[in-house]
């Protein structure tokens, strides 16, 4: 009895047009991913609501064996991305503009973990140089992205990789043929990201030898 009330839901779910969705909320893979969670409460998090970076699901699956407890990293943007590289890597600075959202996120970000405020300009783009140092990873994911990307990349170690987040947006084309110009080859990650519905991209700049063995 049970089973043919299920099965007369089901068939009714499905003529209507809504089987796919419904079984997608109950064991589908953007279930399991975290993305009905992520969509209601609009904060990247996994299923369990821990912080994950806002790229796609196919890149955060392929970044996150790859990481290594030895990496510095630069990020461009500041939010569960960084929460989320911290309890991975040796370090990550982030640069941040909005004082406002700095004082949401820096109260949850462990003590390898730095958010500095710089205005959008100059100070921002180049606010990666500013320790002196080079990083193993560069993520390109706030405001600006085409000239952070451009100044960023001299930044990276010799093994290092760089990051741009939303890559298929027509107007970071030319951070892309720069990255090229500069020997970078390029492999994009296409797919559904969390708290939206739409396709987006994330891209890695890599070259021969790089920190993550591509």
């Known amino acids: 009895m049970i089973k043919k009330i299920k099965n007369n839901a089901w068939d009714f779910l499905n003529g209507v047009g809504l089987g796919g969705s419904v079984q997608l909320f109950l064991d589908g893979a953007l279930k399991q991913y975290g993305w009905f969670r ?34 510095t990293v630069f990020e461009y943007g500041s939010g569960n991305s960084t929460r989320w590289y911290a309890a991975r890597i040796k370090e990550i600075t982030a640069v941040e503009h909005d004082a406002d959202w700095i004082k949401q996120i820096k109260p949850k970000l462990p003590s390898n973990a730095k958010v500095v405020e710089k205005p959008l300009g100059e100070s921002y783009i180049q606010a990666v140089k500013d320790a002196g140092k080079l990083y193993n990873m560069i993520i390109v994911d706030g405001r600006n992205r085409v000239k952070c990307a451009n100044f960023a ?62």
């Open 38 to 71: 992520s969509f209601h409460t609009k904060q990247s998090v996994d299923a369990n609501g821990d912080p994950l970076p806002w790229y796609t699901y196919p890149f955060i699956l392929f970044l996150k064996p790859r990481l290594k407890s030895s990496f």
């Open 153 to 214: 990349v001299d930044y990276l170690t010799p093994d290092g990789v760089l990051i741009l987040d939303n890559s298929e947006r027509e107007w970071y084309q030319k951070a892309k043929e720069y990255l090229k110009d500069k020997g970078f080859r390029r492999l994009d990650f296409i797919g559904m990201a969390p708290i939206v519905g739409i396709e987006t991209c994330t891209s890695v700049f890599y070259r021969d030898g790089n920190c993550l063995e591509i």
